[in-house]
């Protein structure tokens, strides 16, 4: 590309070609925005501790569509969202255009109180995604202009891309606005649950003769009892923690279940380190389109 005056361009257009002209790569540059990643509470919060304290995930992001919360998501780096390909798969581009994202929210009534809006250029949802049997529900956003970090707006670590860590039999919070129980309404404030994960045999051997599909590789089932995410959750994230003080990493999507809370099946999550790959590929396509603009 030339390395010119660009004219009238979003700002982050502009960083781009900054960075494209001053020998960075993009790539780098985009990878190395989630240096900071995996703010959130210091230790992972125990089972019964279910409103969160406001603002202490601040990866965390509402979608919106006419100011109505229905999905979650998380923010990986300082344009993009990671969040379920269900959320936004029956969107044209002109419902895209009425999307927004909403950060460093906490309260959703009476009123809500993001701290900052942004707008969707782009939704990317995987290829593979099937409405039927939920495989592949994985989707990213394209921010209209970057998010600039703040104490309360800041990304979530990935994980690395490898099948060795099943991340089975680990205490994980899933956070979300959705429904409390199964015929509730709403949560006000953002809401955590402690689950614990499972082996995927285990989970297999959970939904064995209800659900034909089945449980892929690329999922990952946690529950506890008595407590599930439900409708309004998905997109949101599953998190662990290695130990007080550490990170937070993403290991898994909202994404679909049998009912809310029963005892006899769990929740089920896209597995992230299945899709970093996808992830990433997104991340370079979005610099192409933005590139070649
Ligand atoms: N699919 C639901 C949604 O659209 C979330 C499902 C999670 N269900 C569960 N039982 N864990 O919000």
């Not at 979530?156 to 089975?168: E, F, G, K, M, T």
């Not at 407590?227 to 993403?250: E, F, N, R, Y």
């Not at 290991?251 to 992230?272: E, H, L, M, N, Q």
Request: hydrophobic share 40%.
């Amino acid at each position: 590309m030339k390395c010119s005056n660009p004219g009238v361009l979003p700002v982050y257009l502009l960083l781009l070609i900054t960075l494209q002209c001053s020998g960075v790569s993009v790539n780098h540059a985009l990878k190395n925005d989630n240096r900071r990643c995996g703010s959130g509470p210091y230790k992972t919060p125990s089972f019964g501790e279910t409103n969160a304290v406001k603002n202490s995930w601040p990866s965390m992001v509402a979608l919106l569509m006419y100011n109505r919360q229905f999905c979650g998501g998380s923010l990986i780096d300082s344009i993009h969202v990671v969040t379920a390909a269900h959320c936004v798969v029956s969107f044209s581009a002109r419902n895209i255009s009425k999307l927004r994202v909403a950060l460093g929210m906490h309260s959703l009534r009476p009123v809500k109180d993001p701290q900052v809006t942004k707008t969707v250029l782009r939704v990317a949802y995987h290829n593979d995604f099937n409405a039927e049997t939920f495989y592949n529900d994985i989707a990213l956003l394209t921010l209209d202009s970057p998010v600039v970090f703040t104490p309360t707006i800041s990304p979530i670590c990935l994980p690395p891309n490898d099948s060795s860590d099943q991340h089975a039999y680990r205490k994980t919070v899933a956070i979300g606005w959705g429904a409390p129980t199964e015929n509730g309404t709403q949560a006000n404030v953002l809401q955590q649950i402690t689950i614990l994960t499972m082996t995927n045999a285990e989970c297999r051997n959970r939904f064995d003769g209800v659900v034909t599909s089945g449980i892929a590789d690329h999922m990952i089932c946690a529950s506890y009892p008595g407590k599930d995410t439900c409708t309004g959750d998905s997109g949101g994230p599953l998190l662990v923690q290695d130990m007080p003080g550490a990170k937070w990493i993403q290991i898994g999507i909202i994404s679909w279940g049998i009912g809310c809370a029963d005892p006899d099946f769990p929740g089920v999550y896209t597995r992230i380190s299945s899709f970093v790959d996808w992830i990433e590929k997104q991340n370079q396509l979005d610099l192409h389109i933005l590139m070649s603009k």
